[in-house]
């Protein structure tokens, strides 16, 4: 099983940039790699996701599109998120996830078996 670690979660104002890292420890050839952020009292949703198998191309939430970007650095065996022109809203806690195989929706949290222990990222207006 994947090892994942994240970093570069911070404070920011709103308007800003922060780019997360996930280090991954472990085969995550033609795997799902996704970021999903949780805010206290909310439902851990789905941000992005990239398969490093295969020519798909990378998912969005709608909430995020044109503002993040998903990236991966094979050679690195990590994974990014840069995240631009940051909202409030944007203020949760950022995990990453793999698994090999997803079934249902990429932005499903029960499809993923590895987790990160997660990097916070507080945005303020």
């Known amino acids: 099983q994947v090892q994942l670690a994240e970093s570069g979660g911070g404070s920011v104002q709103a308007g800003g940039s922060l780019r997360l890292s996930c280090a991954a420890s472990?085969?995550?050839?033609?795997?799902?790699l996704a970021w999903f952020r949780q805010s206290p009292g909310k439902k851990r949703e789905g941000v992005a996701v990239?398969?490093?198998?295969?020519?798909?191309?990378?998912v969005y939430a709608d909430s995020v599109k044109g503002r993040f970007t998903i990236s991966r650095d094979s050679a690195k065996n990590t994974m990014y998120l840069q995240m631009n022109n940051l909202e409030p809203e944007d203020t949760a806690m950022y995990y990453c996830?793999?698994?090999?195989?997803?079934?249902?929706?990429?932005?499903?949290?029960?499809?993923?078996?590895?987790w990160g222990q997660g990097t916070q990222v507080t945005v303020s207006s």
């Open positions: 990239v398969y490093t198998g295969g020519s798909y191309s990378p």
């Open positions: 472990g085969y995550t050839a033609s795997t799902w």
């Open positions: 996830a793999a698994n090999k195989r997803v079934g249902g929706g990429v932005f499903e949290a029960e499809q993923y078996i590895s």
